[in-house]
Protein backbone atom coordinates (compact mmCIF):
# COMPACT_ATOMS: atom_id res chain seq x y z
CA UNK A 1 0.00 0.00 0.00
CA UNK A 2 1.88 3.23 -1.29
CA UNK A 3 -0.32 5.53 1.12
CA UNK A 4 -1.98 7.62 -1.36
CA UNK A 5 -4.85 9.53 -1.03
CA UNK A 6 -6.83 11.65 -3.05
CA UNK A 7 -9.56 14.46 -1.64
CA UNK A 8 -12.19 15.59 -2.14
CA UNK A 9 -13.55 12.28 -3.02
CA UNK A 10 -16.46 12.98 -4.35
CA UNK A 11 -17.44 16.34 -5.44
CA UNK A 12 -20.63 17.94 -7.52
CA UNK A 13 -20.14 21.42 -9.25
CA UNK A 14 -21.59 23.34 -11.60
CA UNK A 15 -20.32 23.89 -15.24
CA UNK A 16 -17.47 27.01 -15.71
CA UNK A 17 -16.37 26.87 -12.01
CA UNK A 18 -12.94 25.95 -10.92
CA UNK A 19 -11.85 22.73 -9.81
CA UNK A 20 -9.08 21.80 -7.49
CA UNK A 21 -7.83 17.83 -7.22
CA UNK A 22 -5.34 17.14 -4.44
CA UNK A 23 -3.61 13.72 -4.78
CA UNK A 24 -1.15 13.08 -1.58
CA UNK A 25 1.59 10.59 -1.17
CA UNK A 26 3.82 9.33 1.36
CA UNK A 27 6.26 6.99 0.04
CA UNK A 28 8.68 9.48 -1.48
CA UNK A 29 7.34 8.45 -4.75
CA UNK A 30 9.12 10.16 -7.87
CA UNK A 31 6.55 9.86 -10.28
CA UNK A 32 2.87 11.00 -9.67
CA UNK A 33 -0.05 10.80 -12.91
CA UNK A 34 -3.79 12.03 -12.91
CA UNK A 35 -6.10 9.35 -14.80
CA UNK A 36 -9.73 9.68 -15.54
CA UNK A 37 -12.04 6.58 -16.00
CA UNK A 38 -14.89 6.47 -18.20
CA UNK A 39 -17.01 3.33 -19.37
CA UNK A 40 -15.80 2.17 -22.76
CA UNK A 41 -12.78 3.93 -22.36
CA UNK A 42 -10.79 2.60 -18.99
CA UNK A 43 -8.12 4.97 -18.05
CA UNK A 44 -6.49 7.85 -20.16
CA UNK A 45 -3.55 9.93 -18.74
CA UNK A 46 -4.27 13.32 -18.19
CA UNK A 47 -0.65 14.57 -17.04
CA UNK A 48 2.31 13.30 -15.62
CA UNK A 49 4.75 14.42 -13.57
CA UNK A 50 8.72 13.12 -12.80
CA UNK A 51 9.84 14.87 -10.15
CA UNK A 52 9.01 18.74 -8.31
CA UNK A 53 7.66 21.04 -10.83
CA UNK A 54 8.05 18.57 -13.91
CA UNK A 55 5.22 17.62 -15.62
CA UNK A 56 4.10 16.47 -18.93
CA UNK A 57 0.59 16.04 -21.02
CA UNK A 58 -0.77 12.82 -21.19
CA UNK A 59 -3.61 11.66 -23.73
CA UNK A 60 -6.17 13.83 -22.90
CA UNK A 61 -4.76 16.66 -21.34
CA UNK A 62 -7.05 19.40 -22.75
CA UNK A 63 -9.09 21.51 -20.13
CA UNK A 64 -6.83 20.26 -17.41
CA UNK A 65 -3.35 21.47 -15.91
CA UNK A 66 -1.28 20.27 -12.76
CA UNK A 67 1.19 21.66 -10.08
CA UNK A 68 3.71 19.72 -8.09
CA UNK A 69 5.83 22.31 -5.75
CA UNK A 70 6.04 19.31 -3.17
CA UNK A 71 7.32 16.14 -3.95
CA UNK A 72 4.31 13.98 -1.80
CA UNK A 73 1.68 16.46 -3.38
CA UNK A 74 0.08 16.46 -7.21
CA UNK A 75 -2.70 18.77 -7.62
CA UNK A 76 -5.49 18.57 -10.27
CA UNK A 77 -6.84 21.71 -11.81
CA UNK A 78 -10.08 22.15 -14.31
CA UNK A 79 -10.11 25.94 -14.66
CA UNK A 80 -13.52 25.77 -15.78
CA UNK A 81 -14.89 22.71 -15.73
CA UNK A 82 -17.65 21.23 -18.24
CA UNK A 83 -19.75 18.62 -18.39
CA UNK A 84 -17.30 16.23 -20.26
CA UNK A 85 -15.12 16.43 -17.51
CA UNK A 86 -17.57 14.24 -15.30
CA UNK A 87 -15.42 11.27 -14.38
CA UNK A 88 -14.19 9.30 -11.58
CA UNK A 89 -10.22 10.39 -11.33
CA UNK A 90 -7.59 8.51 -10.18
CA UNK A 91 -3.69 9.98 -8.87
CA UNK A 92 -1.06 6.91 -9.04
CA UNK A 93 2.69 7.00 -8.21
CA UNK A 94 5.54 5.01 -8.64
CA UNK A 95 9.03 4.92 -7.97
CA UNK A 96 9.92 4.77 -11.49
CA UNK A 97 8.47 5.24 -14.47
CA UNK A 98 8.75 1.91 -15.51
CA UNK A 99 7.45 0.26 -12.32
CA UNK A 100 3.88 -0.74 -11.39
CA UNK A 101 1.70 2.63 -10.25
CA UNK A 102 0.09 2.56 -7.05
CA UNK A 103 -3.47 3.79 -7.42
CA UNK A 104 -5.52 6.09 -4.91
CA UNK A 105 -9.22 5.65 -3.97
CA UNK A 106 -10.40 7.84 -7.03
CA UNK A 107 -12.32 11.43 -6.96
CA UNK A 108 -15.87 11.01 -8.41
CA UNK A 109 -16.58 13.93 -9.97
CA UNK A 110 -20.20 15.75 -11.31
CA UNK A 111 -20.37 18.34 -13.69
CA UNK A 112 -23.56 19.87 -13.97
CA UNK B 1 -5.47 2.31 -33.56
CA UNK B 2 -5.68 1.21 -29.84
CA UNK B 3 -2.58 0.48 -28.89
CA UNK B 4 -3.54 -2.21 -25.37
CA UNK B 5 -6.63 -3.77 -27.00
CA UNK B 6 -8.92 -6.02 -24.81
CA UNK B 7 -11.20 -7.75 -27.25
CA UNK B 8 -13.07 -8.95 -24.75
CA UNK B 9 -15.96 -6.26 -22.99
CA UNK B 10 -17.39 -8.45 -20.77
CA UNK B 11 -17.01 -12.22 -19.97
CA UNK B 12 -19.59 -14.63 -17.64
CA UNK B 13 -18.39 -17.48 -16.46
CA UNK B 14 -19.17 -19.84 -13.17
CA UNK B 15 -17.67 -20.37 -10.47
CA UNK B 16 -14.39 -22.82 -11.09
CA UNK B 17 -14.44 -22.41 -14.63
CA UNK B 18 -10.76 -21.37 -16.27
CA UNK B 19 -11.21 -18.11 -17.87
CA UNK B 20 -8.32 -16.47 -20.39
CA UNK B 21 -8.51 -12.71 -20.98
CA UNK B 22 -6.60 -11.57 -23.80
CA UNK B 23 -4.57 -8.41 -24.05
CA UNK B 24 -2.66 -7.16 -27.72
CA UNK B 25 -0.58 -4.48 -27.86
CA UNK B 26 1.35 -2.41 -30.39
CA UNK B 27 4.46 -0.69 -30.33
CA UNK B 28 7.67 -0.12 -32.56
CA UNK B 29 9.90 -0.04 -29.46
CA UNK B 30 12.03 -3.01 -28.53
CA UNK B 31 11.92 -1.99 -24.59
CA UNK B 32 8.82 -1.91 -22.97
CA UNK B 33 6.90 -3.24 -20.53
CA UNK B 34 3.77 -4.89 -19.98
CA UNK B 35 1.30 -4.83 -16.78
CA UNK B 36 -1.86 -6.07 -15.26
CA UNK B 37 -4.54 -4.41 -12.88
CA UNK B 38 -7.75 -5.44 -11.45
CA UNK B 39 -10.24 -3.30 -10.23
CA UNK B 40 -13.12 -4.86 -8.06
CA UNK B 41 -16.73 -3.73 -7.48
CA UNK B 42 -15.55 -1.88 -4.73
CA UNK B 43 -13.33 0.51 -7.21
CA UNK B 44 -10.03 0.48 -5.96
CA UNK B 45 -7.04 -0.22 -8.43
CA UNK B 46 -4.68 -3.42 -7.49
CA UNK B 47 -1.42 -4.14 -9.78
CA UNK B 48 -1.09 -7.93 -10.48
CA UNK B 49 2.06 -7.94 -12.00
CA UNK B 50 4.61 -6.74 -14.26
CA UNK B 51 6.74 -7.93 -17.50
CA UNK B 52 9.59 -6.25 -19.93
CA UNK B 53 9.90 -7.17 -23.38
CA UNK B 54 13.54 -9.33 -22.71
CA UNK B 55 10.91 -11.56 -20.71
CA UNK B 56 8.99 -13.55 -22.10
CA UNK B 57 9.08 -16.55 -19.64
CA UNK B 58 5.52 -17.24 -18.46
CA UNK B 59 4.43 -16.70 -14.93
CA UNK B 60 2.46 -18.11 -12.31
CA UNK B 61 1.06 -16.62 -9.05
CA UNK B 62 -1.34 -19.20 -7.63
CA UNK B 63 -4.72 -19.47 -9.66
CA UNK B 64 -3.34 -16.60 -11.80
CA UNK B 65 -0.85 -17.11 -14.98
CA UNK B 66 0.06 -14.58 -17.53
CA UNK B 67 1.37 -15.73 -20.94
CA UNK B 68 3.65 -13.48 -22.80
CA UNK B 69 4.17 -14.03 -25.99
CA UNK B 70 6.19 -11.34 -28.79
CA UNK B 71 5.91 -13.23 -31.46
CA UNK B 72 1.90 -12.30 -31.68
CA UNK B 73 1.88 -8.92 -29.27
CA UNK B 74 -0.02 -10.93 -26.67
CA UNK B 75 0.18 -10.71 -22.92
CA UNK B 76 -2.68 -12.92 -21.90
CA UNK B 77 -3.89 -13.64 -18.22
CA UNK B 78 -5.71 -17.00 -17.15
CA UNK B 79 -7.51 -17.37 -13.97
CA UNK B 80 -7.84 -21.16 -13.16
CA UNK B 81 -11.02 -22.72 -10.85
CA UNK B 82 -12.33 -19.42 -10.93
CA UNK B 83 -14.09 -18.09 -7.99
CA UNK B 84 -16.62 -14.99 -7.57
CA UNK B 85 -13.39 -12.76 -5.62
CA UNK B 86 -12.11 -13.08 -9.20
CA UNK B 87 -15.24 -10.69 -10.55
CA UNK B 88 -13.87 -7.35 -11.46
CA UNK B 89 -12.77 -5.42 -13.94
CA UNK B 90 -9.28 -6.16 -15.51
CA UNK B 91 -6.91 -3.46 -17.05
CA UNK B 92 -4.02 -4.28 -19.21
CA UNK B 93 -1.22 -1.70 -20.21
CA UNK B 94 1.63 -0.99 -21.89
CA UNK B 95 4.60 1.10 -20.82
CA UNK B 96 6.69 2.65 -23.99
CA UNK B 97 9.30 5.28 -23.67
CA UNK B 98 8.70 8.83 -24.27
CA UNK B 99 11.75 11.24 -23.29
CA UNK B 100 13.24 9.88 -20.42
CA UNK B 101 10.07 8.05 -19.10
CA UNK B 102 7.56 5.03 -19.74
CA UNK B 103 4.44 6.24 -20.07
CA UNK B 104 1.37 3.81 -19.88
CA UNK B 105 -1.41 3.13 -22.27
CA UNK B 106 -4.13 1.09 -20.73
CA UNK B 107 -6.10 -1.21 -22.71
CA UNK B 108 -9.87 -0.75 -22.11
CA UNK B 109 -10.70 -3.28 -19.98
CA UNK B 110 -12.39 -6.53 -19.60
CA UNK B 111 -15.31 -6.94 -17.19
CA UNK B 112 -15.32 -10.60 -15.54
CA UNK B 113 -18.21 -11.61 -13.58
CA UNK B 114 -18.02 -15.35 -11.39
CA UNK B 115 -21.11 -16.54 -10.88
CA UNK B 116 -21.41 -18.81 -8.06
Known amino acids: DAGITQSPRHKVTETGTPVTLRCHQT?????MYWYRQDPGHGLRLIHY???????DKGEVSDGYSVSRSKTEDFLLTLESATSSQTSVYFC???????????FGPGTRLTVL | AQKVTQAQTEISVVEKEDVTLDCVYE???????LFWYKQPPSGELVFLIRRNSFDEQNEISGRYSWNFQKSTSSFNFTITASQVVDSAVYFC?????????????FGRGTSLIVHP
Open chain 1, 92 to 102: ATGGESYNEQF
Open chain 2, 93 to 105: ALSEARGGSYIPT
Open chain 2, 27 to 33: TRDTTYY
Open chain 1, 27 to 31: ENHRY
Open chain 1, 49 to 55: SYGVKDT
